[in-house]
């Protein structure tokens, strides 16, 4: 009895800060899994190797988790059609029953099926968590909230994957997928006790109501686009930097994971950087800022891309411009549609993933015409973006929401 007195403190000094009770349980489950998503990109060629496939098959099977981002938004709405952590508990459930089809059946079939569950399981829990955010933190301090939430992007690279390739060198491949999956496991059970739904209630939606509010929302689509528009930019630039780096510098493999590790840095502080000045500053400017960062990043690239240390400047700004604006752009999702938040998220983040998806498949072929090419192309994709988001996201944002809200 006498810890109570202590957790309600401890509650209290948590929300004035701006973080609800819950959310470092979330945060540790999306690094979890997290984790499990983007351990195959470094380790590919380990899969490989152990399933008995060529690298090219191995990366044709990864692609396949793009299909996941078509039935995102669908996936997405089970966050309004049912409780946020009814869908949360389905998003762990998902990614345990994933890790565990990637060990238990270690064959080709069970990669397929588990890295499709892994990525079905990114798909709800997501959305839910944002959704679950938008709903406890008011929109004044929800940027803080949610970097603290998508910190969990940049450490699972940083810390996460570091830990699967110790885990592999004194195992082997399928030594990684059970501990992730009883790390889950726990991580539900903490959200159980952690997770308070009830001290604000969301009614669940019918499916009508919630894509006829989404619907109803123009800026949402705007929003889509504009994250469409900078993912590719961003894309087709992430996807050949390592290329980039050999051609122009001779830069070995360990020397090319050490540049990633600015890549990493850039992660970090951009979602840092949301943390502490996207709520003073307002989300509407940070998200300009962001892109306006980013840009200046592909021109100090394309006038220093002849030295390495000039190269390696402009990918961090070009990298923690992307990341800073992607970040601060969630809080004003999660406020567009209230009654259909997850749904919202879910569907920005289905715009994200084509993104990503369609900026690799054009990302080698650019390259083959120069890297300059590659860049210009970045910079008017997110000149565009900027169009879009002033035009779209923002006027329709200022209209549909309080003016107290449109920072």
Not at 10 to 28: F, M, N, S, V
Not at 276 to 303: N, P
Request: proline share 4%.
């Amino acid at each position: 009895m006498a810890q109570t007195p202590q957790l309600s403190t401890r509650g209290k000094i948590l929300q004035r800060i701006g973080i609800p009770d819950g959310l470092i349980t979330l945060a540790l489950t999306r690094l979890t899994i997290n984790t499990g998503y983007r351990l195959v990109y470094p380790f590919l060629p380990v899969f490989a190797r152990s399933l008995g496939i060529s690298l090219q098959s191995a990366a044709n099977i990864v692609s396949l988790r793009s299909f996941v981002g078509i039935f995102g938004p669908a996936l997405g709405s089970l966050v309004d059609i049912l409780d946020r952590k009814t869908a949360m508990f389905i998003g762990t459930s998902l990614a345990i029953f994933g890790f565990l089809a990637t060990s238990i059946v270690p064959t080709m079939s069970g990669f397929i099926i588990g890295l499709l569950l892994i990525a079905a399981a990114k798909a709800i829990f997501d959305p839910a968590v944002l959704a679950y955010l938008g709903d406890h933190i008011s929109y004044e301090r929800r940027g803080r909230a949610i970097a603290i939430s998508e910190f969990s992007w940049s450490t699972a690279s940083l810390i996460g994957i570091p830990l699967v390739g110790m885990l592999i060198a004194a195992g082997t491949w399928r030594t990684p997928w059970p501990i992730l999956a009883a790390a889950v496991l726990l991580l539900t059970f903490l959200i159980y006790r952690n997770v308070d739904t009830k001290k604000r209630q969301v009614q669940s939606q019918k499916l009508t109501k919630v894509l006829s509010e989404l619907l109803s929302r123009p800026g949402i689509a705007a929003a889509m686009v504009f994250t469409f528009l900078i993912c590719v930019s961003n894309q087709i630039i992430y996807v050949v930097y390592g290329a980039w780096m050999e051609d122009s510098f001779g830069l070995s493999i360990a020397q090319i994971g050490a540049a990633t590790m600015v890549l990493g840095a850039a992660e970090v502080m951009g979602e840092g950087g949301v943390a502490l000045i996207t709520d003073r500053i307002g989300k509407q400017l940070a998200v300009v800022l962001g892109i306006t960062v980013s840009i200046l990043g592909a021109v100090c690239i394309i006038f220093l891309q002849y030295g390495l240390l000039g190269s390696l400047i402009g990918l961090f700004l070009f990298y923690i411009g992307f990341e800073f604006a992607l970040v601060s752009l969630f809080p004003m999702i999660t406020e567009m549609v209230p009654l259909a938040r997850g749904t919202a998220a879910a569907v920005v983040i289905a715009s994200l993933e084509l993104g990503h998806a369609i900026g690799a498949v054009l990302a080698p072929g650019l390259y083959y015409l120069g890297l300059n090419t590659s860049l210009v192309l970045s910079i008017g994709l997110n000149l565009i973006a900027l169009l879009i988001f002033q035009l779209g996201v923002r006027r329709l944002f200022i209209q549909n929401v309080s003016p107290v809200q449109g920072d």
